[in-house]
């Protein structure tokens, strides 16, 4: 099985049988370990909260994660077009062969300037960056946009944020697993489902 449990850095663990879930079919272990929480995470921000749809631009932050690397592979599935940023060139090759198109310094909010002269802007971001990286993604959305927060760092500084933008349809979703696990199990339990019958077909591998 795989699944949810806490203090999982261990070589045993106990959690309620409710979390986990068979493995997809043929796949190792070690493998399956990469799965629940990356591909949970972005599949629940980009298919059951954003609906990405075929031909949206999606930024992801920090696409060389684990998170990032699993909505590639998403935004793939739903035929969406990828820009990245990465912090180095070894990560820039890596989204590069996971299919993102354009591909950004992270390191810099120049790149939503770059962004807005290459494609006008994007349908979906997936953000993990804070501060002012964060605040200025807003921006770059384009009307009816769905903005999609991973990070705590903002909402520990209870970060301020103009309400400005959203004048243009836009949407923010907050995203946090463990909310979700404990307040609505029956849906994470669909969407693991959703993400099982993905890997037994093919379509999803997991992380590296």
């Known amino acids: 099985v795989m699944g949810f449990a806490q203090q999982s850095f261990a070589t045993h663990t106990t959690a309620d049988a409710q979390v986990f879930t068979l493995l997809p079919e043929g796949l190792p272990v070690e493998a399956a370990a990469t799965i629940p929480v990356a591909f949970l995470t972005a599949w629940y921000g980009l298919v059951h909260?954003?609906?990405?749809?075929?031909?949206?631009?999606?930024?992801?932050?920090?696409?060389?994660?684990?998170?990032?690397?699993?909505?590639?592979?998403?935004?793939?599935?739903?035929?969406?077009?990828?820009?990245?940023?990465?912090?180095?060139?070894?990560?820039r090759a890596l989204v590069e062969l996971f299919g993102a198109e354009r591909v950004y310094n992270s390191r810099s909010v120049a790149f939503l300037d770059a962004i807005r002269e290459d494609i006008g802007g994007v349908d979906v971001v997936l953000?993990?960056?804070?501060?002012?990286?964060?605040?200025?993604?807003?921006?770059?959305?384009?009307?009816?946009?769905?903005?999609?927060?991973?990070?705590?760092?903002?909402?520990?500084?209870?970060?301020?944020?103009?309400?400005?933008?959203?004048?243009?349809?836009?949407?923010?979703?907050?995203?946090?697993?463990?909310?979700?696990?404990?307040?609505?199990?029956?849906?994470a339990n669909r969407l693991m489902g959703d993400l099982v019958r993905h890997f037994e077909s093919g379509e999803f591998a997991p992380l590296p």
């Open 127 to 187: 953000n993990s960056l804070a501060g002012d990286a964060m605040l200025a993604s807003v921006k770059y959305l384009k009307p009816f946009g769905r903005f999609i927060e991973m990070g705590k760092r903002d909402y520990v500084l209870n970060t301020a944020m103009g309400l400005r933008p959203f004048w243009r349809n836009l949407t923010y979703f907050g995203i946090d697993l463990d909310q979700l696990l404990a307040a609505n199990l029956p849906l």
């Open 49 to 91: 909260l954003a609906n990405l749809q075929p031909g949206e631009w999606v930024l992801i932050h920090g696409a060389a994660g684990g998170v990032g690397l699993a909505a590639m592979q998403i935004a793939r599935l739903r035929g969406a077009r990828i820009a990245a940023t990465v912090s180095t060139p070894d990560k």
